[in-house]
């Protein structure tokens, strides 16, 4: 991810997005207090990115955004709000209402069910801005262990009423392939539309988004 957005800011490579499924780990982000690891079961890494404590693993669909924003429009904080539209809108494609907070980062779902006030969160985001090309992004909750999110505090969030949820906790079934096609759609109509290259391939006067599995989706 490193060389790919330092050959986007030399102009050498394309933008891409790889859509993502890790093995069960933690990340710390530059926010992080070792204090909210609470129980190591996986390895952390530590991972430069902006933000605190988050899991990631099988059945979560992580997407690593590396978009040149000086030529998109040097506008951190509109990146970041472009983003959370893109799990927003992804969320409603499933009859799911996603929703941003103020006081915390990421996408949340209200859950009356709990209790009066309770909310999840369904998506994180944490990103980090090198030369004004973007690196990480944001991972959404498709069908993981929610269990594994119990060795942390995720995102430092620790009060009971806020929690973590899937699409599959709120009785949506809907695979990772199903997820990937509105987030290539939802994509398109936020940052630009996208078309298939060869992986390796890159492009210089065509941003990339690419996707896991070797495929590769360029951008513009």
């Known amino acids: 991810m490193e060389a790919r957005a ?59 955004v590396m978009l040149d924003l000086k030529r998109r429009g040097p506008d951190v904080r509109r990146f970041v709000a472009t983003l959370e539209e893109w799990i927003i809108q992804t969320l409603a494609a499933f009859d799911v209402r996603g929703e941003r907070r103020e006081d915390r980062i990421g996408v949340w779902v209200r859950r009356p069910d709990k209790g009066d006030g309770y909310e999840d969160k369904i998506a994180a985001i944490g990103i980090r801005v090198k030369q004004w090309v973007t690196l990480h992004g944001m991972a959404l909750n498709v069908a993981p262990d929610l269990s594994h999110f119990s060795g942390i505090v995720p995102c430092g969030v620790n009060e009971q009423k806020y929690g973590v949820t899937s699409l599959a906790d709120l009785g949506i079934p809907a695979s990772l392939a199903d997820v990937d096609t509105i987030l290539r759609r939802e994509f398109e109509t936020l940052f630009g539309k996208t078309a298939d290259q060869a992986v390796g391939r890159t492009e210089k006067e065509q941003p990339s988004v690419a996707s896991e599995r070797s495929a590769s989706v360029p951008s513009r």
């Open 6 to 64: 330092a050959g986007i800011a030399a102009g050498r490579a394309a933008e891409l997005v790889w859509l993502l499924e890790h093995p069960p780990l933690y990340t710390a982000g530059t926010s992080a207090n070792s204090a909210d690891v609470i129980d190591a079961r996986f390895p952390v890494h530590a991972s430069g990115r902006g933000g605190q404590m988050t899991y990631h693993g099988p059945g979560q669909r992580v997407a690593y």
